[in-house]
């Protein structure tokens, strides 16, 4: 079979989905070592990408110490799922609830590098729940209700003179707590 060589291919995209699932019996260098290996790259690339992905997002002391992936905590997690969809300067990235259980310095840090990487001329697709954050972060929004698009645009027109959070419950529909529903609480 004949074609491009997969060592000078560069996948187009990376993802960090919320489960994401990968060797957690390797430290946060190893797994992305591992997986830039298994994606073609240059061990010294890999390396220097390595350290310096660990170190902007602090997990270089874990990794000092020893610590493997299956003993980070869920924040630790999210942030080396970011590196092992960085780690390959893809064109474009889709992360699932990017800073769900990450702390605000580290959602700081985050958000400096996604930007970055927008200036850069890289695309992010980020899914979340938390309709400010999507208000922060992005200049395009679909909203999604039983996996179809029910709203999409830029920012400003999804949103109207509302607040993203307003229109998503109006259009996915609003099952909130009724006046006569857990009135036990109130004792």
């Known amino acids: 079979m004949s074609g491009p060589n997969p060592r000078r291919r560069r996948p187009c995209s990376g ?3 919320t489960a994401s699932p990968c060797p957690n019996a390797l430290t946060g260098g190893e797994l992305l070592t591992y997986w830039g290996l298994l994606r073609g790259m240059d061990a010294a690339v890999v390396r220097s990408r390595a350290i310096e992905l660990m170190r902007i997002l602090e997990l270089d002391e874990a990794e000092e110490r020893g610590v493997l992936v299956i003993e980070y905590s869920t924040g630790m997690r999210k942030k080396i799922g970011l590196a092992t969809a960085l780690l390959h300067a893809p064109k474009v990235l889709v992360l699932d609830e990017p800073f769900e259980a990450v702390d605000p310095v580290s959602a700081r ?3 400096a590098m996604l930007l970055r990487f927008v200036a850069a001329g890289g695309s992010v697709v980020i899914s979340s729940h938390v309709m400010s954050l999507v208000e922060g972060l992005c200049d395009r929004v679909a909203v999604i ?10 920012l400003a027109e999804v949103r109207g003179g509302s607040t993203l959070e307003d229109v998503f419950v109006r259009l996915v529909g609003d099952r909130g707590v009724g006046e006569e529903d857990l009135l036990w609480l109130a004792t």
Do not use: D
């Not at 209700?145 to 830029?154: D, F, S, W, Y």
């Open 109 to 111: 840090v985050l958000r």
């Open 15 to 17: 993802s960090c989905p």
């Open 145 to 154: 209700a039983e996996g179809q698009v029910v709203a999409n645009g830029t």
